[in-house]
């Protein structure tokens, strides 16, 4: 191990899933001297986590590029063939596209598959403690200071790299030392609260499932094992103080009928665990040009994260380790920050025909499956109807879902016309009309009577969905912080939001017209 006079290369804080496949990823590129790599985890043991099960076809393929395919191998993953969202007993079959496939599985079993695979890399020294602070000299960051864990003693230590890089995860003990006064903190949408089903019967076998409730939100569910199934009950704040007694009556009884049994057992037996479900835009980083520290920047959850509904979050982990192993092995030396920053700049762009389209897709589909409002409930209706038209109306979504394709305008396109196809829905279909008790309920489609007031909350439901939309893209097009007093953000926000409406309303009548 390299001491304090000799110091490593890079230093990478968190063994999770960005560290371990970037130490990996550093150690195996090709260079005339290896790199010296420490990857500093507090604590080895495998971890137990409710998120971090589900990889989509599009990590798959980028953990393969990393050279590390097998980790998914012996720890009893379960292939992932697509999806299908219920409302009810109606259920929907959306299929990823021919050839490709995901994999679930235990969280803390594929984590020390990637452990494993970072100790037996080249030049990695895999060091269980845990990093207190980072070591700082003329405003550049040098390295960290650490208690060491042992048998006998807890020994402080301090480690020396030419850079640092922070993977700490969700709950970053580091983001705003490094991000400095542009550092932008997690916005909470909801919690996550997780139990695991035994045996459950999944309408699919081999698919996630998606359950669409009134006056709750979606429930998630996918086989991590041969006999376990994940469960995910989103649950809005305030939290219910008896979440067991919540999850049984208001959410249970609007679960497809085969279901309900296992996950009744499972409520009644297991341990609920929550997590909340975050969102955390992306800044440029780079050093003080930037506001940020030089010789040091942040990757996966503790630089940028989305909601876990549409588990997208290892999948954009993985893809950026492949943009930054190619951009860093570019760089001779790693104390030269003049090359350092400009490969973040570069990588900061590159990663965003992945990063943003499911950064985007994953909280615009939330804000759609999880509505609750009027407006929101009619583009709800509508996206259900418009995965029931088949056809490129699912193999278009779900193929951004699955990070196959790659593109925020695609996304734009189905987004938008999931709107446009709701209002087409609701002057045409028809709905249920609630009668007086004990007499049965009846399906009447809209009178021309109700036409007018159709059509003002048409253009309700139209700007909804741009306020849904918009905002989400426009933190992907920034690269500064939001709480910068920047008049750049501040005309282009004030110009963009008007820009958009025309621009959706050109859409929409262009897509009346074919």
Not at 170 to 182: D, E, I, L, Q
Not at 347 to 352: E, M, T, V
Request: proline share 6%.
């Amino acid at each position: 191990m390299p001491n304090s006079k000799t110091p490593y290369d890079v230093i990478i804080i968190g063994a999770g899933v960005a560290g371990c496949s970037l130490a990996h990823a550093l150690a195996s590129t090709p260079r005339k001297e290896p790199l010296r790599i420490a990857l500093v985890e507090r604590s080895l043991e495998e971890p137990d986590r409710i998120v971090g099960e589900l990889l989509q076809p599009g990590g798959v393929m980028s953990l393969q590029q990393l050279g590390l395919e097998h980790c998914l191998e012996e720890i009893d993953s379960i292939p992932v063939h697509g999806y299908c969202v219920t409302e009810k007993e109606k259920i929907v079959h959306i299929p990823y596209p021919a050839g490709h496939k995901g994999r679930s599985f235990h969280h803390g079993k594929f984590i020390t598959n990637l452990r494993n695979a970072a100790k037996k890399a080249k030049g990695v020294d895999v060091i269980e403690a845990t990093v207190n602070d980072l070591i700082e000299s003329d405003q550049r960051i040098i390295g960290v200071a650490a208690t060491k864990k042992n048998a006998t003693d807890n020994e402080k230590i301090s480690l020396y790299a030419h850079l640092v890089i922070v993977a700490d995860g969700c709950f970053s003990n580091f983001r705003t030392k490094v991000m400095g006064p542009r550092v932008c903190n997690p916005v909470t949408k909801s919690y996550f609260v997780g139990v695991i089903l035994n045996d459950a019967t999944l309408p699919y076998q081999y698919h996630g499932t998606v359950c669409l409730t009134e006056s709750a939100g979606p429930v998630l569910l996918y086989q991590i094992g041969t006999h376990d199934t994940r469960m995910l009950v989103d649950v809005k704040a305030p939290v219910p103080s008896d979440l067991k007694s919540h999850i049984l009556e208001k959410v249970v009884p609007q679960l497809p009928s085969s279901l309900r049994t296992s996950v009744t057992d499972a409520l009644q037996e297991g341990n609920l665990r929550k997590m909340p479900n975050s969102f955390l835009p992306s800044v440029m980083q780079g050093g003080n040009e930037f506001g940020t520290k030089e010789g040091v920047f942040l990757v996966g959850d503790a630089w940028n994260m989305r909601h876990p509904l549409t588990g997208g979050g290892m999948t954009v982990a993985f893809n950026d380790i492949v943009i930054l192993r190619d951009i860093l092995a570019q760089v001779g030396d790693f104390s030269r920050w003049d090359e350092i920053r400009e490969g973040l700049r570069r990588w900061h762009w590159d990663r965003k025909s992945l990063a943003s389209t499911v950064n985007i897709l994953s909280v615009a589909l939330y804000d759609l499956f999880g509505a609750n409002d009027d407006n929101l409930e009619v583009l709800r209706t509508g996206c259900f109807k418009y995965f029931e038209l088949g056809g490129e109306c699912v193999n278009g979504p779900v193929s951004l879902l699955a990070a196959v394709i790659q593109s925020p305008a695609t996304l734009f396109y189905h987004f938008f016309s999931v709107a446009f196809y709701s209002i087409w829905v609701m002057f045409t279909h028809p709905r249920l009309l609630e009668r007086a008790p004990g007499s049965k309920p009846r399906l009447i489609a809209p009178s021309l009577a109700q036409y007018p007031f159709l059509f003002a909350k048409a253009i309700i439901v139209i700007w909804t969905a741009i306020l849904v939309f918009v905002p989400l893209l426009w933190t992907e097009i920034r690269w500064w912080s939001p709480d910068d007093k920047n008049a750049r953000a501040t005309v282009l926000f004030r110009y963009g939001m008007p820009v958009a409406a025309l621009a959706t309303v050109a859409f929409g009548a262009f897509r009346l017209t074919i």
